[in-house]
C-alpha cells in the first residue's frame, strides 16, 4: 500500500524523487542516511517502510471544516473554480483508516536534521536534495489547504486573508508572501495540478509555471479555451522538468489566444518602460529597463556582439564569466553613445531566428518553432516582416 501523509484532511502521498518511486510510494529503510553513504548498496536499498511509522492523523468527522460552504466557489479572477474540499471524514478516506505503511514527513524532517553532510557522496547530495524539494512540495500543498480555510473563514467574519495566514505572524517580506498568495491560488484552482504535486511529479516550480502561462491568455475566453486544456496539459506532462512544462504550458496559452501571439506583444510593447537614477548611497548611476521580446532580443545580441569585440581586441576565446558584468556595462556605455568603431560591418543589431516552415506560412501549432537564436519566443508574423 502506498506511504501516506495527510494534506488538510486528506491522505497525500509523500512526492519522492523519480529515482525512488515505487508505484508512487515514498519508500524508507531501517538504514536511514546511510542510504546516502558511498558504502550503502544500492541493490539492497530503496527506503522500505520503517517498523515505527506513525499512522496518518484521522478527520474529526464533527470537524466545522468539513463540506464547507466556500470549497466550490468560483475564482472571481478568472474561469476556474476551487477544488472539492480536500477535508473529509468517514471510512472511504485512507487517512481517517489508520494507514500505517507510509513514512510520516516527521520522519523525513528528522532526517534531513540529522543529515551527515559531511559524509555524503556527489549521488548523496543530489539524492539529499531531491527529499528537501519533496518536503517543500509537500509544505505548500499545506500552505495551499491553510490558506483556503482562512478564506473561507474569512467570508464567514470569522478570520482575516490568506496573506496574512501565510506571513508568518507579519514575519515574513510582503513580496514573498504575496508569492506564497499566488502559488496557493493556483494549486487550489486546479485539482489536476494538486494531484501531480501529491504524487511527486510535479514541483513548486511547476505551479509558477502554470500561473505564468495561464497569464499569457489575453481574453476571457482564451483563458476559458486554456482553463478547458488545463487537465489535459498537466496529465501529459509529468515527466517534463519545471521548464520543460513552462515552455509546453506557455505554448498552450499562445494557442489559446489565436492570435499567433501577436496580442500579447503588444502589451508588452505597451507595458515596456525604462528609468535612469543616481543611486543616493554609492552615487553610481543605476539603468532598470523592462522591454519587449521583439526589442529585447536586438538589445541583448547589440550587447553580447559589443562584449565579445571588446574581450576580443586583447584576448582569444569566449570572455569569462568573472569579467562579463564589466564588459556589459562598457559595452552598454558604447552602444548608447554611439562609441563602437564605424568599420563597415555591421552594428551588432541583426539577429538570428529560427522558424519551421509550417509556422512561417500557416501560424503557431503544437509543436512550433518561432524564437531568436537564443530562445526567445517571437510572434510568426514578427519573423515574416524580417524576412521581408
Same mark, same amino acid.
Given at each position: 500500500m502506498c506511504s501516506s501523509l495527510t494534506h488538510g484532511n486528506k491522505e497525500r502521498v509523500l512526492p519522492n524523487s523519480p529515482d525512488r518511486f515505487d508505484s508512487g510510494c515514498f519508500a524508507s529503510n531501517d538504514s536511514g542516511w546511510d542510504s546516502y553513504s558511498p558504502d550503502h548498496d544500492e541493490a539492497g536499498g530503496g527506503r522500505g517502510a520503517t517498523p515505527n511509522s506513525a499512522s496518518s492523523n484521522s478527520p474529526d468527522s464533527n470537524s466545522p471544516d468539513s463540506n464547507s460552504p466556500g470549497s466550490n466557489r468560483t475564482n472571481p479572477s478568472g474561469p476556474y473554480t476551487r477544488s472539492p474540499d480536500p477535508r473529509s471524514s468517514g471510512s472511504n478516506n485512507p487517512a481517517s483508516s489508520g494507514a500505517t505503511s507510509g513514512l510520516p514527513i516527521v520522519d523525513v524532517v528528522t532526517r534531513l536534521a540529522d543529515l551527515p553532510i559531511d559524509a555524503l557522496d556527489t549521488d548523496g547530495v543530489i539524492k539529499a536534495g531531491s527529499d528537501i524539494q519533496s518536503v517543500a512540495t509537500w509544505l505548500t500543498l499545506q500552505k495551499s489547504a491553510l490558506a483556503a480555510r482562512a478564506e473561507e473563514l474569512r467570508e464567514q467574519g470569522k478570520a482575516t486573508s490568506a496573506a496574512s495566514a501565510l506571513s508568518g505572524g507579519g514575519k515574513r517580506s510582503n513580496r514573498r508572501t504575496k508569492e506564497d498568495v499566488r502559488r496557493t491560488e493556483t494549486v487550489n484552482t486546479s485539482p489536476a495540478l494538486q494531484d501531480a504535486m501529491t504524487d511527486g511529479h510535479f514541483n513548486p516550480s511547476h505551479a509558477d509555471a502554470l500561473a505564468a502561462a495561464r497569464n499569457k491568455a489575453i481574453t476571457k475566453e482564451a483563458k476559458q479555451r486554456f482553463a478547458d486544456s488545463e487537465t489535459e496539459l498537466i496529465n501529459t506532462s509529468r515527466t517534463l522538468t519545471a521548464d520543460e512544462f513552462a515552455r509546453k504550458a506557455n505554448r498552450q496559452a499562445e494557442l489559446a489566444n489565436e492570435d499567433d501571439g501577436l496580442?500579447?506583444?503588444?502589451? *508588452?510593447? %505597451? #507595458?515596456?518602460? #525604462?528609468? /535612469?537614477? *543616481? &543611486?543616493?548611497?554609492?552615487?553610481?548611476?543605476?539603468?532598470?529597463?523592462?522591454? &519587449?521580446?521583439?526589442?529585447?532580443? +536586438? /538589445?541583448? =545580441?547589440?550587447?553580447? +556582439? @559589443?562584449?565579445?569585440?571588446?574581450?576580443?581586441? %586583447?584576448?582569444?576565446?569566449?570572455?569569462?564569466?568573472?569579467?562579463? @558584468?564589466?564588459?556589459? #556595462? *562598457? #559595452?552598454?556605455?558604447?552602444? $548608447? =553613445?554611439? *562609441?563602437?568603431?564605424?568599420?563597415?560591418? !555591421? !552594428?551588432?543589431? &541583426?539577429? !538570428?531566428?529560427?522558424? &519551421?516552415?509550417?509556422?512561417?506560412?500557416?501560424?503557431?501549432? @503544437?509543436?512550433?518553432? !518561432? @524564437?531568436?537564436?537564443?530562445?526567445?519566443?517571437?510572434?510568426?508574423?514578427? $519573423?515574416?516582416?524580417?524576412?521581408?
Open positions: 496580442e500579447q506583444l503588444a502589451q *508588452q510593447k %505597451a #507595458a515596456s518602460k #525604462a528609468s /535612469i537614477w *543616481q &543611486d543616493r548611497y554609492n552615487g553610481m548611476i543605476k539603468l532598470y529597463c523592462e522591454i &519587449d521580446p521583439e526589442r529585447g532580443a +536586438h /538589445i541583448e =545580441t547589440a550587447i553580447r +556582439h @559589443e562584449v565579445n569585440r571588446l574581450w576580443h581586441l %586583447a584576448n582569444d576565446g569566449p570572455p569569462p564569466a568573472n569579467k562579463l @558584468e564589466q564588459l556589459t #556595462a *562598457q #559595452a552598454l556605455y558604447n552602444l $548608447i =553613445t554611439n *562609441q563602437t568603431p564605424n568599420n563597415g560591418t !555591421s !552594428s551588432g543589431i &541583426d539577429i !538570428s531566428v529560427l522558424i &519551421d516552415l509550417k509556422t512561417l506560412l500557416g501560424g503557431l501549432h @503544437e509543436d512550433s518553432v !518561432s @524564437e531568436t537564436e537564443n530562445g526567445t519566443p517571437l510572434p510568426p508574423e514578427t $519573423i515574416r516582416r524580417y524576412a521581408c
